[in-house]
């Protein structure tokens, strides 16, 4: 093989990560760490009501929240948890942080950064 090939074959191979390519490949962090974060903040707003009378109560009551806020606390878990165990929701999570992903590699610019521009075109 001349020195001309082998630097041929070297240019055409690319360099990167293999989920590059790929739109739907999640690393683990995503994965396992942002998509619940996904789910975990879709599913206070779900269950607003719940979240509310919980903080409530918790205020209210001080260090004995733990023995006072009980029933709140269960009905917490049993509202929030509905939304970590369903898989629909889990999909629908998941597909929302794909499509910001991918217009974040495609503008590079983040939904934060874009919701900042917004609200200060609205002022």
Not at 77 to 92: H, I, M, S, T, V
Request: aromatic content about 8%; some cysteine; hydrophobic content about 35%.
């Amino acid at each position: 093989m001349a020195d001309g090939d082998n630097a041929s074959a070297e240019g055409e191979r690319r360099r990167g990560f293999a989920w590059q390519d790929d739109d739907t490949f999640l690393r683990k962090v995503e994965l396992n760490v942002l998509i619940p974060k996904k789910v975990r903040e879709k599913a206070r707003k779900e269950c607003h009501v719940v979240v509310d009378a919980f903080t409530v109560c918790c205020a209210a009551s001080g260090l004995s929240m733990v023995y006072k806020c009980r029933k709140e606390n269960t009905a917490l878990q049993a509202c929030l948890g509905r939304y970590f165990n369903d898989k629909e929701f889990f999909e629908g999570c998941k597909q929302e942080y794909l499509a910001e992903r991918k217009e974040y590699r495609e503008t590079g610019i983040s939904k934060k950064a874009r919701e900042r521009a917004a609200k200060a075109q609205a002022t």
